[in-house]
């Protein structure tokens, strides 16, 4: 058994412990993918406290950014907070695991942030790597005194696997640290929380400064991957992923953000894309810049990928709402090629 595990006190019921074994063996299989990480603690620390949903913060700068978020949460990530009057931030500052039991008469927290998430008692634990905390594990509940002791024992384990997982995937440097929470690690792309964290970002400063135009969003989905895959094996598949990024990154403005959201799927953000025909024509030239033959150790594989649109604020003005109308415009082009492939 891990040495994180083998004191621990019985208050965890065995089940638990096995439970966060689990986790922590899935986190040795994520490697350096900090991202992934991350996404994963996130993820299982709420399935093992029942918790309504479950978030990893960053301190970067004067904000605590949500790099990971599962639950509730989910659809806020890449929300950034101010430190200053929040309880994630005082948990950065003090280097210690805090409690609320209702953020409603809980002078340290950010009320009207806990509202917005829809939270009302949580627990946050500091994250460390080379002795400096650099964000927090924080769990949250829709119900006043929703965790115990065992819960918060829970979060402790897990924050600790989060901090070893820092330490292992980045050893000397916090800028590293950042990178490998934020990007990619097959392609070099952002990764999904770095693509909302960009596009809310964008999605804000409309409203700071009127005279800037909103984001445009473009969702892409190669085709045809799991037959590379099948034919040739993953590392073919995998070249094929990377030779793709590359291929979209090259036709790309330097204002925007790729970003690989999973798999074979990707997304841009593009800051002032105020004409939805500029953007179709930057999804045309995409389209066509896969397209181009592409070989992997002699043999010759064939790329291309489906595309939809969103612009803000037209087809939405909430990200989530955004990603899901390019994601419906890609999903529908791409059934359209499938039907044509068929007749």
Known sequence: ?????????????????????????????????????????????????????????????????????????????GLRLQRKGSL??????????????????DPR?????????????????????????????????????????SDVRVLELMSDMVGSAMYQAV?????????????????????????????RQCVVAPERRSSQTGPGVIILDMDGLKLINDTHGHRAGDAAICEAADR???VVRPTDTVARLGGDEFGIVMPGASDRQNMSCTAERIIGEVSLPFCFEAA??????????????????????????????????KKGRVKTRHY
């Open 1 to 77: 058994m891990s040495s994180l595990l083998r004191n621990q006190p019985a208050e965890l019921a065995p089940v638990i412990l096995l439970e966060i074994i689990k986790a922590q063996t899935e986190i040795v299989r994520l490697g350096p993918d900090l991202g992934g990480v991350i996404t994963c603690v996130a993820t299982q620390v709420q399935h093992l406290t029942k918790a309504s949903g479950a978030i990893v913060e960053l301190a970067e700068g004067d904000d605590m950014v949500y790099r990971a978020a599962s639950g509730m949460a989910g659809a806020q990530l």
């Open 300 to 333: 010759a594989l064939r790329l291309s990928v489906s595309a939809g649109t969103a612009i803000f604020p037209e087809d939405g003005t909430e990200i989530d709402v955004l990603i899901e109308a390019a994601d419906q415009a890609m999903y529908k082009v």
């Open 171 to 199: 050893r000397y440097e916090t800028d590293e640290l950042y990178h490998r929470a934020t990007h990619d690690p097959l392609t070099g792309l952002a990764n999904r929380a770095l693509f909302c964290d960009r596009l």
């Open 109 to 149: 927290v950010d009320r009207e942030a806990c509202r917005k998430v829809g939270l009302r008692s949580m627990v946050v634990a500091p994250l460390r790597h080379n002795d400096v905390v650099v964000g927090v594990l924080k769990i949250a509940s829709v119900d006043p005194n929703g965790f115990s002791e």
């Open 88 to 105: 994630s931030g005082l948990c950065v500052a003090s280097n210690r695991i805090l409690r609320c039991d209702d953020s409603e008469t």
């Open 248 to 250: 979209i990154s090259r």
